[in-house]
């Protein structure tokens, strides 16, 4: 299929729920970019710092960039005046220095938590613990450049359909909780991202809106 029809038909997948689409990019072209922006998408999610500022550069300004990837400090200043939305926050350093730029900048960065919901060791991301000390500091309460959006998490990659279900439901859970337990003009829990090109649908079952899908649009991705 071409990417004008993955586009489509994940689109229509996506229609009945209260979900939007962030289109993966990553190793992409600015070219193939276009040619899906030119189909009247405008959000698109990069994992790297360097490659989502020279797309921004020579992309139309009216693009929504969503920073998803694992993100250092010291590279944070390169994305502050323009990203949309950073889902990979996982620690409060990493957010003091989002703070910092915001400043600069004089805007307020919007900002998601990572957090560990899968198996796997190696994946990032704030365990419940860590995310209720982040939360409850003090160094969190005085920031005045970043909101907290929601939370968003990455299932283990496997195909066993009742683990992904059972890591999104506790991620929903989660996100319901820190709702209702953190009432504050900087936490303002409104995006759960959650879900990828192998488990999306099972994602927008579970209550996710915001889905990040990349090779389902653009085909499988060439490493060099
Ligand atoms: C690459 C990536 C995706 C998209 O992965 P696909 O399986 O190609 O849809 C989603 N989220 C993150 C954090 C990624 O790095």
Redesign the pocket.
Known sequence: MSIAENLKSIKEKTAKFPAKLVA?S?TKPAETIKEVYELGHKIF?E?KVQELVDKYETLPKDIEWHM??HLQRNKVKYIAPFVHLI??VDSLRLLQAINKEGEKNQRVILCLLQIHIAEEETKFGLSEEELHELLSSEDFKNMQFVRIKGLMG?ATNTDNEVQIRKEFKSLKTLFEKIKQQYRDSKVEMEELSMG???DFEIALEEGSTLI?????IFGS?EYH
């Open positions: 993966v990553k999610g994992n998803i990837g889902h990979s990455m990828m090109s192998g990040r899908v990349g090779s389902s991705r």
